[in-house]
């Protein structure tokens, strides 16, 4: 079956550079997604297509990819990007969704 | 503006059945790929079901293929996932959620709370 790895949590302190990986070997033929979750919320689209930052989502959001691995990079972490974050992607045959285990992110 | 609200959750026994429903508004809804992706207390997201525009093409988690059935309502903008068989590993938050162009799920519902529980 098809999974997409991500590391339990990450810390960093405030104005620092955040960096979440997601790893899979389908993701160098399938976009990457990412998901910001804040406790009791429904989750928030924050980066597209690998890269591609939706209106509205803040500039200090990124991401990369390398390979089997996409990065989500949050650039100057404020104390209001504490969350969840979730990769998303489909297998080959595009046929399933799958998502990442989620990376806790607390700012310090 | 685009909202999705979920109903239909609730405590149902082992073996029992449910049906979800999610109405959507602010958008052409069928113009769009609709899903459902659940939540377990205290865990990840995990996609349950996807359904094409105009029903054509569907498709289901292993964990869920045969027991869960998804269908939509264009007239209504509405979509339905239909449960039976309950497990209690099925007790999760549902969350209505759309597909844009992109492949993305862009817009969620604030998701309707499902308890499998004698």
């Known amino acids: 079956s098809y999974e997409l790895t991500q590391a339990p949590s990450v810390s960093v302190s405030p104005g620092q550079t955040a960096r979440i990986t997601c790893s899979g070997d389908s993701l160098s033929k399938q976009y990457a997604y990412w998901y910001q979750q804040k406790p009791g919320q429904a989750p928030v689209l924050v980066i597209s297509?690998?890269?591609e930052r939706p209106s509205g989502i803040p500039e200090r959001f990124s991401g990369s990819i390398s390979g089997t691995t996409v990065t989500l990079t949050i650039s100057g972490v404020q104390a209001e990007d504490e969350a969840d974050y979730y990769c998303?992607?489909?297998?080959?045959?595009?046929?399933?969704?799958?998502f990442g285990g989620g990376t806790k992110l607390t700012v310090l | 503006e685009v909202q999705l609200v979920e109903s239909g959750g609730g405590l149902v026994k082992p073996g029992g059945s449910l049906r979800l429903s999610c109405a959507a508004s602010?958008?052409?809804?069928?113009?769009?790929?609709m899903n459902w992706v659940r939540q377990a207390p205290g865990k990840g997201l995990n996609w349950v079901s996807s359904?094409?525009?105009?029903?054509?093409?569907?498709y289901y988690a292993d964990s869920v293929k045969g027991r869960f059935t998804i269908s939509r309502d264009n007239a209504k903008s509405s979509l339905y996932l239909q449960m039976n068989s309950l497990r209690a590993e099925d007790t999760a938050v549902y969350y209505c959620?759309?597909?844009?162009?992109?492949?993305?799920?862009?817009?969620w519902g604030p998701g309707t709370l499902v308890t499998v529980s004698s």
């Open positions: 359904i094409s525009t105009r029903s054509t093409k569907v």
């Open positions: 959620a759309r597909f844009d162009d992109s492949g993305s799920f862009d817009q």
């Open positions: 602010g958008f052409t809804f069928s113009r769009y790929h």
């Open positions: 297509k690998d890269n």
């Open positions: 998303q992607s489909s297998d080959n045959s595009e046929t399933y969704v799958i």
